[in-house]
C-alpha cells in the first residue's frame, strides 16, 4: 500500500491499496520505455470486447437526490469530455506465455497529477475504490433545499446551477458497478476535460514512471 501523509493534529497518514494494472506486454514495455499509455473514455468501456468485463452501465448516473424541500431524479449518461484508466487492488498471476504484463502504482496522487499535465483542457479528476451493488441506483441526501429561481433571475444562469448541483452529486455513480462485477476490485481514475469527446487519447507521461514499477 501507498502511505499519504496528512497534517492532523495527531499522528496520521491514509493508506491506500497497492494497485495492478494488467495490460498486452507491448503496451506495458512503450509505456517503462517513454511513458505511452491510452486512456479510454465511458463509451469505449461500454463496449468492451469481453462480455465478461463489458459493463453496459459505465457513465450512466441513476439517481434520486432529498434535499429538505424536494427530490431530484436523474437519470442521464456523462456528456463531459472524460477518460479512465482502471487498475485492481487483486495481484493476479500472469499467463505463462509473456503475452499479458503488469505493472504498479506506487503513489496514486502523484500518477494521477502527472498523467493531467498531458490532457488538454484539464479540468479536475477523482479517484477512488468502486462500490459494488446489487441496486445501482444511487440515493443521495442533500441538506441544502432546492430553491426555485425568484423571480427576475436569469434561467440560464438558474440552469447552470443546477447542472453544478447534480454534476457534485453524480461523481459518485461513476464509481458504483454492479455485484457481478465484484471480482474485479477496481480502483480507476477519471480525468475530466473541456474539449469535445473522444473514445480514447495515447499520450507519453514519462513523469508518471516514478510512481510506478513493474510487477
Not at 1 to 11: G, K, V, W
Not at 112 to 127: C, D, H, K, R, V
Not at 156 to 172: A, V
Not at 178 to 200: C, L, P, Q, T, V
Request: proline letters at 6%; one cysteine or more.
Amino acid at each position: 500500500m501507498a502511505e499519504i501523509p496528512l497534517a492532523f493534529s495527531r499522528p496520521w497518514s491514509l493508506r491506500v491499496p497497492l494497485l495492478t494494472r494488467q495490460m498486452k506486454t507491448e503496451h506495458v514495455d512503450a509505456f517503462f520505455r517513454d511513458g505511452t499509455l491510452r486512456l479510454s473514455s465511458f463509451e469505449v468501456f461500454r463496449q468492451h470486447p469481453d462480455e465478461l468485463r463489458r459493463d453496459t452501465q459505465e457513465g450512466r448516473v441513476v439517481m434520486e437526490i432529498e434535499a429538505p424541500n424536494g427530490k431530484t431524479s436523474v437519470l442521464g449518461i456523462n456528456g463531459q469530455e472524460a477518460y479512465v484508466m482502471c487498475a485492481s487492488t487483486i495481484e493476479s498471476t500472469l499467463p505463462h506465455d509473456g503475452s499479458i504484463s503488469a505493472f504498479r502504482i506506487l503513489d496514486t496522487l502523484g500518477f494521477a497529477n502527472a498523467i493531467s499535465g498531458q490532457i488538454l483542457g484539464f479540468a479536475g479528476g477523482t479517484e477512488g475504490l468502486c462500490s459494488y451493488r446489487d441496486n445501482t441506483m444511487l440515493k443521495k441526501h442533500d441538506p441544502r433545499p432546492i430553491t426555485p429561481p425568484a423571480e427576475g433571475v436569469d434561467p440560464e444562469k438558474w440552469f447552470e446551477e443546477q447542472q453544478r448541483f447534480i454534476g457534485r452529486h453524480s461523481i459518485d455513480a461513476f464509481f458504483v458497478k454492479a455485484s457481478r462485477f465484484s471480482h474485479e476490485a477496481e480502483y480507476r481514475f477519471i480525468w475530466f476535460a473541456s474539449g469535445e469527446h473522444k473514445d480514447f487519447i495515447d499520450i507519453k507521461c514519462p513523469a508518471a514512471l516514478q510512481f510506478c514499477e513493474r510487477a
